[in-house]
């Protein structure tokens, strides 16, 4: 009995240029297959696995805590509204309608470094967009060191990690007290390179591939000459769910796409008591990660009909979610989904621009004079990301001995409900104590 097997990778980069005159080409992240964990357990004694329909699981979520003070959980929730503002206005400026993936916290990583860096307006309108308020550097960064240190931790078997890099042409002096901050509440490795050399891109690219077990091996293909930093973050999610979904239920069926378009894919089956909820647009539940005493999970949003995923989208933010969450209860659910993968590259200066941080990307009005002593006219002339999520029915013996203790006493509700993602949704996917969305995706048949 297999659990179905989640990773993320994904990659935030922002450089730093001198002058407006010259762009830096990147060429787009190499992705290699991410399903690398396979193993069995055995199915529960107390279940009848000749019918699909009668192995019914609890995949409740139970939460602890990251230590985090009132206003630091406040300030993730502000957060929260970038991360829906983000991804929003990503999908509204896509010129093609596609199965995206976003890390928006990565992306509020990068952005906080440069925050870290800026003075004036440009610091200004960084918080304002992170919906940071008038909180200042040290309150910022001591929220992302916090989330650094205590994400890792809570849960022993869910591997989250995340990593800050900064590669600086050798000509640059950084200024002590910020090369001093990334260390301190970043944890960024720094590294002095001469960009004129085929090793230094060759490092760069070393960094990424160790940071993302080798799936992203090569961020850059060349460094342009008025290259003087770049910044990066790397996020590394992977993760089984709590409960499992059997491969020998798993189907190949009819996904109906946006463009009434019909395609074939393997959708997964099970029938389990989740955390359920519908509103006037779509319906949701909630699908548990790691052990006994999950923190991590993943929300399935799917529009009612007449609905699109673009009403979804539309009708997030921060306070809305919240509430849609607390109303969330136990139902039995007859849950199909397709087991899918996405790789996305997102650039993301204009989508910052429109959500009101413009002069970071200003040649002549940024004001990042907190960086370096040597170079004070810095600003940022690509902001992207690379992302990929796969999905499928891989998983560890860890989580077969969790569902064996859940299975037993287990008192079903009367109501079931449907819930057959056989046409494009949306996920997120959260940190449950501290409240932190992680991911951000949707899904349409590609």
């Given at each position: 009995?297999?659990r179905v097997?989640?990773?993320t990778v994904?990659?935030?980069?922002a450089v730093?240029?001198l002058?407006a005159?010259?762009?830096n ?11 690398d964990?396979s193993e069995?357990?055995d199915?529960?004694?107390n ?10 699981v609890?995949m409740?979520p139970e939460t602890?805590t990251?230590e985090?003070t009132?206003?630091?959980?406040s300030l ?6 970038f991360?829906f503002?983000?991804f929003?206005t990503?999908?509204?400026?896509a ?13 509020t990583?990068v952005?906080g ?8 307006e440009?610091a200004?309108?960084?918080?304002s ?6 909180s200042d ?7 992302c ?10 849960d ?9 890099y900064i590669?600086a042409?050798?000509?640059?002096v950084?200024?002590d007290q ?9 944890r960024?490795?720094t590294?002095s390179l001469?960009f004129?050399?085929?090793?230094a ?6 960094w990424?591939s ?5 799936k992203?091996t090569?961020m850059i ?9 770049i ?5 590394n999610f ?6 499992k ?5 798993t189907?190949t069926?009819k996904?109906?796409k946006d463009?009434?378009?019909i395609c074939k894919l393997?959708?997964?089956h099970?029938?389990?008591e ?6 006037d647009t779509?319906a949701s539940?909630y ?5 006994r005493?999950?923190?991590w999970?993943?929300t399935v949003l799917?529009?009612?009909e007449g609905?699109t995923?673009e ?6 933010n921060?306070t809305?979610w919240k509430?849609?969450?607390g ?7 007859d849950i ?7 790789t996305s ?5 204009d989508?910052?621009?429109s959500?009101?941080?413009?002069l970071?990307f200003?040649?002549?009005?940024a004001?990042?004079?907190k960086?370096s002593?040597?170079f004070k ?5 690509k902001?992207?990301q690379?992302?990929?999520i796969?999905?499928?029915?891989k998983g560890t013996?860890?989580v077969?001995?969790?569902?064996a203790?859940?299975w037993?006493g287990?008192?079903?509700?009367e ?6 993602a056989n046409r494009?949704?949306v996920?997120?996917?959260q940190?449950?104590s501290?409240?932190?969305i992680?991911?951000i ?5 590609e």
């Open positions: 009995m297999k097997f989640i990773r994904l990659l935030t980069m730093i240029m002058t005159c010259t762009k080409d990147l060429e787009e992240t190499t992705v290699s297959n991410i399903s964990v069995t357990a199915t529960p004694n279940v009848n696995t000749s019918d699909p329909t009668e192995r019914v609890m409740l602890t990251i985090l009132d206003e630091q959980k993730i929730q502000s957060n929260n509204d991360s503002n983000l929003r990503i999908e509204q400026l010129e093609k309608k596609q199965s995206n993936a976003l890390s928006p916290i990565s992306v990583y952005m470094m440069l925050n870290d860096g800026a003075a004036g440009t200004q309108e960084i918080t967009v992170l919906r940071f308020g008038n550097a040290t309150t910022v960064n001591e929220l060191k916090d989330m650094i240190e205590g994400l890792p931790l809570v022993p078997t869910v591997s989250m990690t995340m990593a800050n590669a042409r050798q000509d640059v950084m200024e910020f090369k001093k901050d990334m260390d301190t509440y970043y960024a490795e590294a001469d004129s050399v085929p090793e891109k060759q490092t760069i690219n070393d990424c160790r940071q993302t077990d080798g992203i090569e293909d060349d460094l342009d000459n008025s290259t003087v930093l910044l990066l973050n790397a996020v992977k993760a089984n769910w709590t409960q979904f059997d491969p020998q239920d189907k069926e996904f109906f463009d009434n378009s393997p959708l997964m099970r029938k389990a989740v955390l359920y909820q519908a509103n779509y539940i699908l548990p990660y790691g052990g005493d999950p923190k999970g993943m799917l529009p009612n609905k995923i009403d979804i989208i539309n009708s997030l921060a809305g509430e849609a969450k109303k969330m209860t136990p139902a039995i659910v199909v989904i397709p087991r899918f993968n996405t590259t997102n650039n993301l200066q989508a910052i621009t959500l009101g941080a413009p970071v200003d040649p002549e009005k004001n990042l004079s960086i002593t040597s006219k810095l600003y940022v002339s902001m992207m690379k992302a990929a796969e999905v499928n029915e013996e860890l077969a001995v969790t569902e203790d859940i037993y287990l008192i079903l509700p109501n079931l409900y449907n819930f057959h494009p949704f996920y997120v996917i940190e449950a501290s409240g932190a992680f991911f995706g949707t899904f349409r048949g």
